[in-house]
């Protein structure tokens, strides 16, 4: 578990991986029809496909949003802005219900978003 490969060419850089997972979302009927997306990591997924489907997403996150990031966030500001405005869209949509799974993360999220998530405890009731 690490960064995206930055030796993997363009695929994980914001664009090209945007452009596959709408294509994804064309090729799997199943995505098309869903009534309700879950996703927990990495955000930049879920803020690319909720942008995409525009469908009610349910986010439950327990890594923090840089985990994963293209590999073109920290040399792109023009990506680095379309990061943001992506998760921002993605917590502040009337279609989404997102919570995190421990305070810390909470809490960082707030500081790099403004937007207040609840935390619901991971259970292992097993």
Not at 11 to 21: D, G, Q
Not at 87 to 99: D, M, N, Q, R, Y
Not at 112 to 126: D, E, G, N, S
Request: hydrophobic share 50%; with cysteine.
């Amino acid at each position: 578990i690490g960064p995206f490969d930055a030796n993997s060419g363009d695929a994980f850089k914001l664009v090209p991986m945007a452009e596959r997972l709408a294509a994804i979302v064309e090729e799997e009927e199943h995505l098309r029809e869903a009534d309700l997306l879950v996703c927990t990591s990495p955000m930049v997924v879920c803020a690319v496909l909720q942008s995409i489907t525009r469908k009610p997403f349910l986010a439950y996150l327990g890594l923090p949003m840089l985990w994963k990031q293209p590999t073109d966030f920290e040399s792109s500001a023009p990506v680095r802005d379309a990061f943001w405005q992506l998760v921002e869209g993605l917590l502040t949509s009337s279609k989404t219900v997102a919570a995190v799974n421990n305070a810390l993360l909470g809490e960082q999220i707030f500081s790099q978003t403004a937007v207040r998530l609840p935390v619901v405890w991971a259970q292992a009731l097993f």
